[in-house]
């Protein structure tokens, strides 16, 4: 059996400085640099990966939205979101009002994808002695809104590479149930 091809588009959605970026650069190019550079609107990247589900391999283009982090933007950010597949909401744990701000997130962006799969990722969880919050606060989140988690480190690479073939299955399921082939 040939392999499907889809391409899908993923965005990343978080307060600034959460590491959403850094998490992007290290699953395209596998690289980390700890310099902040804010994001000014939106800026898209690409992968293809391959994932097999149910027996079929899938060819998916990740075409991946790293969104400015500002939430006072969330009338743009709406339009950011049209077309999405798919979504990771980031929080730093580091600092727990990333935290406290996540269900603003899922609640804005669920106002557009009301069924789009979203994955939760706490980055920098490497950071272990500024570390604010961590696995249970996280668990308990993902399971009030029915969501998968990780605890990732774009630094490490920890959790990074199999957070986005999560969510790469969760949008393939979800491309089948809608009848795509």
Not at 82 to 110: K, M, N
Request: aromatic letters at 10%; a neutral charge; one cysteine or more.
């Amino acid at each position: 059996m040939l392999p499907k091809k889809l391409m899908k588009k993923v965005c990343l959605l978080g307060d600034g400085a959460v590491g959403k970026t850094s998490l992007i650069r290290k699953f395209v190019f596998d690289t980390f640099d700890d310099k902040y550079i804010m994001t000014f609107g939106t800026k898209v990247s690409k992968k293809d990966v391959t994932i097999v589900r149910n027996g079929q391999e899938f060819n998916m283009t990740f075409i991946i939205w790293d969104i400015l982090g500002q939430r006072v933007h969330d009338n743009i950010h709406s339009a950011y979101y049209q077309g999405a597949s798919g979504a990771f909401i980031v929080c730093d744990t580091t600092r727990l009002e990333t935290l406290e701000h996540l269900e603003e997130w899922i609640r804005v962006f669920r106002n557009v994808n009301m069924n789009s799969p979203v994955v939760l990722l706490a980055n920098k969880f490497d950071l272990i002695k500024e570390m604010q919050f961590g696995e249970d606060e996280m668990r308990e989140i993902a399971a009030k809104y029915g969501m998968k988690y990780h605890l990732t480190s774009a630094k490490t690479g920890a959790h990074v590479e199999e957070s986005f073939i999560e969510l790469g299955n969760e949008v393939i399921d979800q491309h089948l149930k809608k009848g795509g082939a």
